[in-house]
């Protein structure tokens, strides 16, 4: 698990302006670690996390698109069935809120399952320590004893 800073545009929903905005984010080589798009409307939101914020900035910038900037938690979302919900459950079991989420398939190898998820939450160091002490527990094997049977 580690943070990032992501980025949030609005755009208008007509044909095209994605691509554009994609189109001058790639010319200067600036890729994705994720990336969502949700309509609202006559307006677009795009969320990403590139992989270079302050050349994404710059890109943005550059073209006069606004933007807003935000930390989100970037956590390894085990592949196994219910992986996404155990972390949602941590969050929770300690009143943290998360006021959005989503994933990426692709971590670059570096987790297993290639899925990575973006949290956006109300109090991102809590999150790291809540996520990063239960995940330890989480992984330490409990290791039981017998007491030998009576002998006669």
Do not use: W
Not at 132 to 138: I, P, Q
């Amino acid at each position: 698990m580690r943070t990032a800073k992501q980025l949030s545009v609005s755009l208008v929903n007509k044909p095209g302006r994605l691509a554009d905005m994609l189109t001058k984010l790639s010319k200067s080589k600036v890729g994705f670690q994720a990336l969502a798009v949700m309509d609202s409307g006559e307006r677009g939101t795009v969320r990403f996390v590139p992989n270079d914020a302050t050349a994404a900035m710059s890109v943005l910038e550059g073209s006069s698109i606004r933007y807003e900037t935000a930390d989100v938690l970037l956590v390894e979302v085990p592949s196994q069935s219910g992986g996404f919900r155990k972390i949602c459950e941590r969050i929770a079991a300690e009143h943290l809120n998360i006021d959005y989420a989503y994933c990426s398939f692709d971590t670059g190898g570096k987790a297993k399952g290639n899925v990575l998820a973006v949290i956006k939450v109300n109090d991102l160091a809590k999150a790291q320590r809540v996520l990063a002490e239960n995940g330890a527990t989480a992984r330490r094997k409990v290791v039981t004893f017998r007491r030998p049977a009576m002998t006669r």
